[in-house]
Nanobody, 118 residues
Framework: QVQLVESGGGLVQPGGSLGLSCAAS????????MGWSRQAPGKQRELVAV???????NYADSVKGRFTISTGNAHNRVYLQMNNLEPEDTAVYFC????????????WGQGTQVTVSS
């Protein structure tokens, strides 16, 4: 079993910055990808950013140039730096890990609220 715990959400004004972090623990075997998704009220969950086991990153068009995903030097951790935040970025942000093996497995955190408002 794999557990994911997010932290760093909160309230920020438009144009501000916020950083999210996620720690994964449990039975994690390489290779795996880690990423962030978000879900706003009344909308479907959407992928925000992903970083693969090779370090390749991919972003939703709506956050390109504003958000940065990274793993730093810590194993099993993923970060999301969000700059120039907009009210449209308001959502619950979820961390996930996709473990590649004989069967692909997805695990999700409980989510952290990000609210962008003046």
């Amino acid at each position: 079993q794999v557990q994911l715990v997010e932290s760093g959400g909160g309230l920020v004004q438009p144009g501000g910055s916020l950083g999210l972090s996620c720690a994964a623990s449990g039975s994690i075997f390489s290779p795996y990808d880690m990423g962030w998704s978000r879900q706003a009220p009344g909308k479907q969950r959407e992928l925000v950013a992903v970083i693969t086991n090779t370090g390749r990153t991919n972003y939703a068009d709506s956050v390109k140039g504003r958000f940065t995903i990274s793993t730093g030097n810590a194993h099993n951790r993923v970060y999301l730096q969000m700059n120039n935040l907009e009210p449209e970025d308001t959502a619950v942000y979820f961390c996930n890990i996709r473990i590649w093996g004989p069967t692909m497995s997805d695990y999700w955190g409980q989510g952290t609220q990000v609210t962008v408002s003046s």
